[in-house]
């Protein structure tokens, strides 16, 4: 194993897996994103094509002025020489900036597909994918990685088609002209080649650690500036400490910047001074007493410029080939998340449910659940029946196992064995939209987006108007206090809605769940955090979202569910009892234990 730093600079582990990986990504795949562009990328290939043909006149034209024009001071045949350099000149241009719009056309097209498809296959996985995940790695993978791609992705494509159509080109043009000369000129091939097989592999190593320790740099970002970030750092004054975490990963950063900027650049030196020479070696070789005399001075000038015109695009050819392989680590880290499995799918054949006819009775039947890497069930053959418009609370000590089942119901994850249905239509065989049409979650972590009041409320129901938002915020008891700030529903709520406080939060929340009009819900210890006098307010929002609806409600407090049709009371993972509040009391079992 090797050790790479990390953001929080102590050495974090690459497995095997990893470099595994980034040697198995396949040039076929890469190649297969640009599958949808062939006939604008066969439009580039033909224009580069007709650019190097038409460039590969050049030099006979310069040849005849030197052989023919200035000898004979023909002014006929010069002006039209010239005429005819001034033409390929301009014709090249034209089709080189045809070509540059087409290319960087596609190029574009591809990184928006790459960019959304990683999007929306993320917004596919499981809560569980999320909570083993850092969220500064999810941005930095569509952002940075896939940032990084766009030279490569926009340019590589057309700079090995002009490249290598321009060697052809150019060769052919050569041996017309000398081919003994063309021979002394590809002596260089071999040890360039070798050089840039060498380059190539340094240059891949280095990308791979640069695109983690950038990864490491987006979570300090992250978890250093966001709102409660920023409220730990000053509370526990900890501020020194993230700078200085920050300043690590930021000049590790810099190191691999720079080592990735001069990997190989002595060695393509060297090559550089190599080519160089060689035009010296061809003066050389005219010189020879068996080519003394064979060559024009006109044909001379002309090989020199092609061989000039060879090697820009052979070390053209060259460096993409190092630029290629060193973001295969980049593609690698891309692919790895579009291979992702899905752990909580759409149904094949979903089964239609309507939630403006769904009746609401939930079954949960013989259910098991293990959380991934555990060895103890968090749920184990649980069994409940709550019938349409009646209210269920679930209760029990931290760990037993509330907040797991009421994930289930909201499918954040998908049970192991035995299954949860809803008018007998299992969980799984729902559409995801459908099933959070019908299922609302009010929790205790309140998350409102960057936006206004009106933006936040109308995120759970788009088409929602104005007088369907202040319905529902008088329906929650915020209406009110919404209307008295000075810019009312257009007020902006700020980053996870610090503007407000936790019971204003709180009832923001059960708003935004009021416009979707959910036939059962889920009310997960929604104010265990609030004050006792915030918390009355918001439970008269809840009771008026509860009307009619059937409700799994849990708490910690067991005096905001005494009212409920029924109590279950969880123990490690298992029903231990259940009844009406009055019931258990009397049993004096866990219940009981509980309340008393």
């Known amino acids: 194993m090797d050790r790479t730093p990390d953001g929080r600079g102590a050495g974090r582990t690459v497995s095997a897996a990893e470099k595994a990986q980034a040697r198995d990504v396949s040039l076929r795949r890469i190649g297969g994103l640009f599958a949808a562009h062939r006939r604008p990328l066969a439009a580039v290939v033909a224009i580069i094509v007709a650019s190097s043909v038409i460039a590969m006149a050049s030099p006979f034209l310069l040849r005849t002025v030197i052989d023919r024009a200035l000898p004979d001071r023909d002014l006929t045949l010069l002006a039209w020489l010239v005429a005819g350099m001034v033409a390929v000149a301009a014709v090249t241009a034209v089709l080189g900036v045809a070509q540059t719009w087409i290319s960087t056309r596609v190029g574009q097209e591809v990184m928006h597909r790459l960019r959304t498809d990683v999007f929306a296959h993320l917004q596919r996985q499981s809560i569980g994918f999320f909570v083993r995940t850092r969220t500064g790695e999810v941005q930095s993978r569509i952002t940075n990685d896939i940032g990084g791609m766009q030279s490569v992705v926009t340019s590589t494509a057309t700079s090995i088609a002009a490249n290598l159509t321009t060697v052809v080109a150019t060769t052919i043009a050569m041996l017309a002209l000398s081919w003994r000369l063309t021979l002394v000129s590809a002596i260089v091939l071999p040890p360039a080649l070798w050089l840039t097989r060498r380059v190539a ?98 044909t001379l000038v002309a090989f020199t410029a092609l061989q000039g015109n060879l090697f820009r695009p052979l070390m053209g050819l060259l460096n993409v080939g190092v630029t290629l392989t060193a973001s295969l680590a980049l593609f690698a880290r891309i692919f790895e998340y579009l291979d992702l499995p899905v752990e909580v799918a759409e149904p094949a054949r979903p089964v239609p449910l309507d939630p403006a006819t769904a009746r609401g009775h939930l079954r949960v039947e013989d259910v098991t659940f293990s959380y991934p890497g555990s060895d103890t069930a968090a749920l184990a053959g649980v069994s409940l029946d709550v019938p349409a418009g009646t209210s269920l609370a679930l209760v029990g000590e931290t760990g037993s196992g509330k907040s797991t089942l009421a994930a289930l119901l909201s499918r954040l994850h998908d049970p192991d064995a035995g299954r949860i249905t809803i008018d007998g239509i299992d969980l799984r065989d729902l559409r995801l939209t459908d099933l959070a049409a019908v299922v609302g979650v009010v929790s205790q972590e309140t998350y409102l987006l960057h936006g206004t009041v009106r933006d936040n409320l109308r995120y759970a129901r788009p088409d929602a108007t104005d007088a369907d938002i202040e319905a529902a915020a008088r329906a929650a008891r915020i209406h009110d206090l919404i209307s008295a700030l000075p810019d009312g529903y257009d007020t902006m709520v700020g980053s996870r809605g610090h503007r407000f406080s936790g019971g204003e939060q709180q009832r923001l929340a059960i708003a935004r769940t009021l416009l979707r009009d959910p036939r059962i819900l889920v009310l997960d210890e929604a104010t265990s955090a609030l004050d006792t006098e915030t918390e009355r307010a918001v439970q008269r929002a809840l009771d008026e979202l509860a009307r009619g609806r059937t409700v799994v409600t849990i708490a910690h407090r067991l005096s905001t569910v005494r009212d409920a049709d029924r109590i279950a009371v969880l123990d490690h993972g298992r029903i231990v009892e259940s009844g009406t509040h009055d019931t258990l009391l009397d049993h004096h079992g866990r219940y009981a234990t509980l309340v008393g």
């Open 201 to 298: 592999r340094l240059r891949r190593e280095i990308t791979a650690q640069r695109q983690r320790e950038l990864a490491d740099l987006t979570v300090t970002i992250e978890e250093g500036l966001s709102v409660s970030g920023i409220r730990l750092a000053k509370t526990l004054g900890t501020g020194a400490a993230l700078v200085d975490r920050f300043t690590s990963s930021s000049a590790r950063l810099v190191d691999l910047e720079l080592r990735s900027e001069l990997a190989g650049r002595w060695r393509m030196a060297a090559m550089t001074v190599v080519f160089a020479a060689i035009p010296a070696v061809i003066y050389l070789g005219a010189g020879l007493p068996g080519t003394a005399g064979t060559l024009t001075i006109g």
